[in-house]
Every structure is written in C-alpha cells, then in structure tokens.
C-alpha cells in the first residue's frame, strides 16, 4: 500500500486500491478502486481486523456529507448516507504531511490565542475532491497527533464554478466500518437546566432500529440524532458522545469542536454502523451558506478518539491537547 509522507499532491489516480495512512496509534484505511474515495475504516494497529464477510459487505460511504437544495436527506437506507451531492465529488489529488506544531496553524488557521492546541507532532493528509455539475471542490483534512488515538476533521468547500452555490449542510467526518449496532452501547449528555451534564448509555439497537424493517415499511429513520438547540453549543444535549464495544470494551469518543449549532448521527448500513460529525444544518438551525463563484467555506474541526472502555477513549482525546 502507498505510504505518503511529503508535501507535494498526487496529482494522478493512486495507483493502488487501497491506501492505509496513520501512524504508530491509529489507522485509516481508504477505499481508491473507484472515481471517488471512501473512508472504510478508523482504527488502533492492535484492534481486532474485519473478518472477510464484514468487509465485503462494509458500507460505501463518501468522505464527504453534504446536501444541497434538492437532495434527500431522509435516512431510509445506506445509499443515502452522505447524500447525492457528496457521493458526485470526485478524486482529483492528495498529500500527506508529518511535521511539528500546531495542526490548525498547519491547515491555515491561526490557532488558539495561547497556542496550547496541538503542539508536538502531526499526521495530516488532504484529499482534493471536485464535482463538475456544481464546480465545487472540496478539501477534505485529517490530522492527527503522532502516537494518540485520535483523528481530527473538517472540510473545506470553494465555489470554482460559473454561478452562486447554496450549501444545507456540510459534515466535518463522515466514518463508517464500526461494529454492527447489535454490539454497541451509546453514550450521550443532556444539557438542560436541571440536568446539565446527565449521562446515558443505552444498547445502540434500543436507539437505532432494524434497517431491513425500517426500508421494507417504506418511512422512518434507522438513526439515532442529535442537535444542539439554539445558538449555542451546549443546549439540550452536548455535542459529543461515544460508542462502546459490549464484549471487549473498545470505546469511540467524539467531540464536535463547535461554538454554535451541531448534529451527530449513529446509524446502521450494510450490518454495520457509521457515525456522521457536522456543524449546523437547515433541516435543524434554519442554516444556509452561500458561495459565489471563487468563495470558500469550512467546517468546524470534529475529533474521533479511540480506547479501550469510556476512560481510555477520554484520555485520548485529552492527551491530543
């Protein structure tokens, strides 16, 4: 498999199919055999592997969630994850990089004012996506911290078409390949007045129904969904929450860095789960974005912490600080 470590894009198809890019604590396996790339996996090199029926039948999912007007966001099936519009972005290149100091500074952000966010060494690669129906191009960033369990997302959009783009809603890391429903515990925080910072954990099955039953009766949503009310980040529910492996304990943890609206969302495709990390959307803020032609929009950051049980999982995500 292609290990890239340098600055310079890639500017013809990989000649791969595969492609596995991470470091000494954490692994991401990328699907190439087609126009578009898919995130198949995140895991630790220790983790137990898919057996052979799970990963032919591992669930095709963009790297990018994105919806646009006329696109249907109704989560009936696993071919409307990521939607229409996310799904038409097309490879054009990547890099990858290695390097010290702060991984927002690195992606062309100035940092945090006392600079205390991501100062060691940084994994980071960049996938350069375009869709020619709509001229837009997408630049999807992943980072992480060299030896932690953590991968960090966001997506970066610029109009390079002729005509003004309307954007609904723009994921900042859509993950797929997680155990099937059946073996999840989730866990999620209420962040209401009288009960500010209350946590839950249910079976994930008890949250997400049957897919089969909810695409044979033709409505509802085999998703478990969450938003942050109002303008804030922190009203009616947090915006982070986990999954837990029921046998052995293996734990995702994820925070969507955030200061105003959000959604996260759990859901079953192909027998398996996938876990959607986005800021504000229109169907749940009223939320829009416009791009004229040349304009740019990004995401906020959203982190993926892996552990084994809820305490390893959170002292990864603290230790990427």
């Known amino acids: 498999m292609p290990q890239h470590d340098h600055q310079q894009w890639t500017d013809s198809f990989p000649w791969s199919l ?3 890019w991470g470091h000494s604590a954490l692994t991401v396996d990328f699907d190439l055999s087609g126009d578009a790339p898919r995130l198949l996996r995140v895991r630790r090199p220790d983790d137990p592997g898919p057996d052979p029926e799970e990963t032919r039948s591992a669930p095709s999912l963009p790297l990018v969630d994105l919806v646009l007007p006329g696109d249907d966001t109704r989560r009936a099936g696993p071919r409307s994850i990521g939607t229409a519009s996310g799904a038409r972005l097309k490879y054009h290149a990547h890099h ?110 008890s949250a997400v129904p049957d897919v089969d039953h909810v695409v044979r009766g ?51 495709s192909a027998g398996g789960t996938y876990l959607a990390l ?3 959307t229109h169907d749940e803020h009223r939320w829009r974005q416009g791009l004229a032609p040349g304009a740019e929009f990004a995401t906020d950051w959203a982190a993926l912490a892996l552990g084994d049980r809820l305490d390893g999982a959170l002292a990864a995500l603290a230790a990427r600080r």
């Open 96 to 205: 990858s990089t290695c390097g010290s100091g702060s991984d927002n500074a690195a992606a062309g952000e100035s940092g945090s004012a006392s600079g205390s966010v991501g100062r060691g060494r940084w994994h980071r690669l960049t996938f350069e996506l375009h869709d020619p129906a709509t001229g837009l191009t997408a630049f999807v960033e992943y980072a992480s911290p060299d030896g932690v369990s953590v991968l960090r997302s966001r997506v970066r959009l610029r109009n390079d078409g002729a005509g003004q783009v309307t954007v609904r809603s723009l994921g900042s890391l859509l993950v797929g390949g997680l155990p099937s429903p059946d073996d999840l515990s989730v866990f999620r925080a209420s962040d209401d007045r009288l009960a500010e910072r209350r946590w839950y954990t249910e079976p994930l099955r």
């Open 278 to 280: 986005g800021g504000p």
């Open 18 to 20: 595969s492609y596995r």
């Open 218 to 268: 033709g409505s509802g949503r085999a998703v478990a969904r969450f938003a942050g009310r109002g303008s804030g980040p922190t009203g009616g529910h947090l915006a982070t929450g986990a999954l837990r492996h029921r046998t052995d304990g293996r734990c995702w943890l994820w925070q969507i860095e955030s200061a105003s609206g959000w959604v996260w969302e759990v859901g079953e």
